[in-house]
């Protein structure tokens, strides 16, 4: 077992000096590999936001969206119905008191043809309740769709903000769900956080509507906002941000201004095109969360599926409005709870405590090794420290976010790597006691050593991935460091530890200069 083949010792050899290498990349700056190891919050400073959906807008609007098929669903079971109304209280009717069994009936029917309460098919719960009070009936969601409304408008909501921070180009934010209606979002090394959360806060609901010129039935005044001119636009949205399938800022070849250029969708483009022929010379709102940004003149048929938005922007505000649009709208208004900037000063005294406890342990284990096994108590630190570089190594090639619970994963990886070689030595010392020849002590001792140190490693190296798929934030971090260490010391162990032992064991055979 203490023989190494040559292609063996390259290969550990390799992997030491490329490990080096990719440490050394963590303090150069203007690398050819841009790769390193990422601080947190905890440790680089940045800005902490706490956000809230607000599913109350999505709750009228899902009702507005059942009201056609009640509608259709009376009408066809021949129920004379009154007075249909819709608040934000929900869905009202006057009904005679003689159908109430009926339509209950028809509202709660179990089966996928239930086109007003159709989570029965797939969920097999209601969406929504009826009730009545005397003639009038009352729709509203049921507590089981007003959670899978919630849930779904917070999971779209996150996946959204991941999209428009992912563009803003911050390196390992951390996007969490807390609770049932708030978002946590940690963007380390951003201490203005005033254009993220300006970014986060818009809706991006972005429709296309023509402009009348009278107050009818089915219109609206808006304001444009880069004249405060006052537009009477139609309800009837001509597309909709959901057909948009790019945006991005350019500057106008005539007027040099920023735009932006969007591109939209199979279906979009033939709703724009048909648009566009059928009303030119009438101009054409964009509306960005009920605000009117521009409302160009249709001067000729625009069927290429591709157009501009112009007002006044400055290329910053173009660009911050290219990516609301890719990223799409959420679903619900969102609000900021709280906020906070973590300065750096912070972080540099997390960094300096986190390194120096790193340090003491590391001095200590050193220490420690040298005193009790000698020589080998050398290869044993020897050992460590090529463990610490790998591991490094891994961590910025996977370009790891480092946090304080990290730092303590990585300490604790350094006890482990030293109780893996305590393990061997002792096991050797109980071989020499018996065995006559020292390299077949080391031999049997490294052997019978193997399936203890393998055994601790694995079990903790299990806690790590569990820790890494049920935690969160900085116990993800403290699992990732754990878990690359376990793999790193076993290999520093049995490949480098084992390597150097078997070079001074082969050429001392007799144990003269080595003492266990």
Same mark, same amino acid.
């Given at each position: ?405 990290? %730092?303590? *994963?990585?300490?604790?990886?350094? $006890?482990? /790597? &030293?109780?893996?070689? +305590?393990? #061997? ?43 890494? %798929?049920? *935690?969160?934030?900085?116990?993800? $971090?403290? /699992? &990732?460091?754990?878990? +690359?260490? #376990? ?30």
């Amino acid at each position: 077992m203490l023989n190494f083949t040559k292609i063996k010792v390259f290969l550990i050899y390799l992997i030491l000096l490329s490990a080096i290498f990719f440490s050394s990349l963590n303090f150069k700056s203007n690398n050819i590999i841009d790769k390193k190891v990422n601080l947190g919050l905890d440790l680089q400073g940045g800005s902490y936001i706490l956000l809230e959906i607000d599913t109350r807008p999505l709750v009228n609007q899902k009702l507005q969206s059942k009201v056609i098929p009640i509608k259709k669903l009376l009408n066809k079971n021949k129920i004379t119905f009154q007075d249909f109304s819709i608040t934000k209280e929900g869905i009202f009717f006057s009904v005679d008191e003689k159908q109430h069994k009926k339509l209950e009936n028809l509202f709660f029917l179990k089966t996928s043809e239930n086109i007003v309460n159709n989570f029965i098919a797939e969920y097999n719960s209601f969406e929504l309740d009826i009730s009545f009070k005397q003639k009038l009936a009352i729709i509203n969601f049921s507590n089981y769709g007003l959670v899978s409304l919630n849930n779904a408008a917070l999971k779209q909501s996150i996946e959204i903000i991941r999209r428009r921070i992912d563009d803003v180009g911050t390196k390992e934010p951390t996007i969490l769900q807390r609770g049932d209606k708030r978002i946590l979002v940690e963007l380390p090394g951003i201490d203005n956080p005033e254009r993220v959360k300006e970014l986060l806060g818009k809706t991006a609901q972005l429709t296309f509507r023509l402009v009348s010129n009278d107050l009818e039935f089915g219109s609206e005044k808006l304001i444009l906002s880069e004249t405060n001119e006052k537009l009477t636009v139609n309800k009837r949205v001509v597309i909709s941000g959901d057909n948009l399938v790019d945006a991005q800022p350019k500057f106008d070849n005539q007027s040099n201004q920023p735009i932006v250029i969007f591109t939209l969708d199979r279906l979009g483009s033939q709703k724009f095109g048909k648009t566009t022929t059928e009303n030119v010379g009438k101009r054409l709102a964009i509306i960005l969360d009920n605000a009117v940004i521009s409302a160009p003149q249709i001067r000729e048929a625009i069927t290429a599926g591709t157009g501009t938005i112009s007002g006044g922007f400055s290329f910053q505000e173009a660009t911050d409005l290219a990516l609301l649009l890719r990223s799409g709208a959420l679903p619900t208004p969102i609000n900021i709870v709280e906020e906070r900037t973590v300065g750096p000063d912070l972080g540099k005294d997390s960094i300096d405590a986190g390194i120096f406890s790193l340090f003491i342990g590391f001095i200590l284990v050193i220490l420690f090794m040298l005193l009790k096994y000698r020589i080998f108590g050398l290869i044993s630190n020897i050992s460590l420290i090529s463990n610490l570089i790998i591991l490094i190594a891994i961590l910025t090639i996977i370009e790891a976010t480092l946090t304080l619970p990290g %730092i303590a *994963g990585i300490i604790l990886t350094v $006890g482990m /790597a &030293v109780d893996s070689n +305590v393990l #061997i030595y002792e096991r050797i010392r109980e071989e020499l006691k018996t065995e006559k020849s020292i390299i077949h002590a080391f031999d049997v001792g490294y052997n019978k050593a193997k399936i203890t140190v393998i055994d601790a490693n694995v079990t903790t190296l299990i806690a790590a991935a569990i820790l890494f %798929i049920f *935690g969160s934030g900085p116990v993800k $971090g403290f /699992a &990732v460091t754990l878990g +690359v260490g #376990i793999v790193t010391t076993l290999f520093s162990a049995y490949f480098i530890a084992r390597h150097l032992t078997s070079i001074v064991v082969l050429k001392d055979r007799e144990g003269k200069y080595f003492n266990l």
